[in-house]
T-cell receptor, first 112, second 113 residues
């Protein structure tokens, strides 16, 4: 069965530090992969997506993610975190039939 | 702005009552999804519609029902409400082409007292 795991429930980083949020998926073929961000009281906003091709994808707000098939991972990175990046981050997998599976989310706190 | 509109933004009601949540998808999107987000359960998929037809069901209670109308807007009906139904309810839409990501509305916050 398809599943998405985000091992880190909560992460705290200092402003200006680098960030990596982990995501592992379980799916038999190459899935479509997404990262979303949710600010308090808001809906989920798409940060980036991977369908095929270059395994390093760039997104909005300076985020990037790398697809590693051998590790079934799609980790989200940012070189320098800003205070405004504090939010909940969700990794998601899309499979044929237009089904989507979301991880449980990682809450990011940014320390000034 | 995702283009997905949800109304109302907030809803406060009592146990045992029934409410209807409304969603207008992005222009051109045929598929609508409903999700429930609560503190202890995370983001739970409820149900998906494509062009008026139910496509997939997730963890949707029998007290809950949904439909998608010919103009593609969707409604989620919650009945016999319990305290545990208090949550954020999100609608998301996609073209339904199997390639495009979901775009989410800002949600309806339901409080059952």
């Amino acid at each position: 069965a398809q599943s998405v795991t985000q091992p880190d429930i909560h992460i705290t980083v200092s402003e200006g530090a680098s960030l990596e949020l982990r995501c592992n998926y379980s799916y038999g073929a190459t899935p479509y992969l997404f990262w979303y961000v949710q600010s308090p009281g808001q809906g989920l906003q798409l940060l980036l997506k991977y369908f095929s091709g270059d395994t390093l994808v760039q997104g909005i707000k300076g985020f990037e993610a790398e697809f590693k098939r051998s590790q079934s991972s799609f980790n989200l990175r940012k070189p320098s975190v800003h205070w405004s990046d504090a939010a909940e981050y969700f990794c998601a997998v899309g499979v044929p039939g237009n089904q989507f599976y979301f991880g449980t989310g990682t809450s990011l706190t940014v320390i000034p | 702005d995702s283009g997905v509109t949800q109304t109302p933004k907030h809803l406060i009601t009592a146990t045992g009552q029934r409410v209807t949540l409304r969603c207008s998808p992005r222009s051109g999107d045929l598929s609508v999804y409903w999700y429930q987000q609560s503190l202890d359960q995370g983001l739970q998929f409820l149900i998906q519609y494509y062009n008026g037809e139910e496509r997939a069901k997730g963890n949707i209670l029998e007290r809950f029902s949904a439909q998608q109308f010919p103009d593609l807007h969707s409604e989620l009906n919650l009945s016999s409400l319990e305290l545990g139904d208090s949550a954020l309810y999100f609608c998301a839409s996609s073209p339904g082409d199997g390639l495009s990501p979901l775009h989410f509305g800002n949600g309806t916050r339901l409080t059952v007292t």
